[in-house]
T-cell receptor, first 110, second 113 residues
Framework: GQNIDQPTEMTATEGAIVQINCTYQ??????LFWYQQHAGEAPTFLSY????GLEEKGRFSSFLSRSKGYSYLLLKELQMKDSASYLC???????????FGTGTRLTVIP | DTAVSQTPKYLVTQMGNDKSIKCEQN?????MYWYKQDSKKFLKIMFS???????INETVPNRFSPKSPDKAHLNLHINSLELGDSAVYFC????????????FGSGTRLTVV
């Protein structure tokens, strides 16, 4: 079967660092995507991890451990505009589509 | 220029009606998709098309039918709408191999009354 777990909601303070975790189980696995979705808008691409390790992109970093079926998205220097849902999605071998988790709604407070 | 555009953005209709949602992409991508996002914000794949060929079809009622006149368009037609069809429908496109991510349209919020 396939399953993706991530926390439903998180709250963090402006200027702080927050880590959003994601665990996945899929029948085949190519890589792991993170998307950001503001309320009422389309998901937008943040990152894609294929190999184990940390990939940094400005204030956002994403980590993958294939052996553990685990990923996280790290957001630094939080800004109010980072309040959004963050979706973890598995790129499955042979499936030609992304399997999404339910998303983590992040609220950044002053 | 909008990369993936879908219309309409909002659609309110009565039960039993038939409606269509249109989607167009100008990215030159080979694959297009329809996703449904329910009230719990869960994005679930409905269909994907690669070069005008349906390559997946999840457990979606046959009241839903995708139509792709060409590589740049994938429209979604829904017959006999039901209350449970109320959701946000997203069109997306990508290249067929992984790593490039999806580009999503802005979504169509369908409300069935």
């Amino acid at each position: 079967g396939q399953n993706i777990d991530q926390p439903t909601e998180m709250t963090a303070t402006e200027g702080a660092i927050v880590q959003i975790n994601c665990t996945y189980q899929t029948s085949g696995f190519n890589g792991l995507f993170w998307y950001q979705q503001h309320a009422g808008e389309a998901p937008t691409f943040l990152s894609y991890n294929v190999l184990d390790g940390l990939e940094e992109k400005g204030r956002f970093s994403s980590f993958l451990s294939r052996s553990k079926g685990y990923s996280y998205l790290l957001l630094k220097e939080l800004q109010m505009k980072d309040s959004a849902s963050y979706l973890c999605a598995a790129d499955q071998t042979g499936a030609n589509n992304l399997f999404f988790g339910t998303g983590t709604r992040l609220t950044v407070i002053p | 220029d909008t990369a993936v555009s879908q219309t309409p953005k909002y659609l309110v209709t009565q039960m039993g009606n038939d409606k269509s949602i249109k989607c167009e992409q100008n990215l030159g991508h080979d694959t297009m998709y329809w996703y449904k996002q329910d009230s719990k914000k869960f994005l679930k794949i409905m269909f994907s098309y690669n070069n005008k060929e349906l390559i997946i079809n999840e457990t979606v009622p046959n009241r839903f039918s995708p139509k792709s006149p060409d590589k740049a368009h994938l429209n979604l037609h829904i017959n006999s709408l039901e209350l449970g069809d109320s959701a946000v429908y997203f069109c997306a496109s990508s290249q067929p191999t992984g790593g490039y991510g999806y580009t999503f349209g802005s979504g169509t919020r369908l409300t069935v009354v």
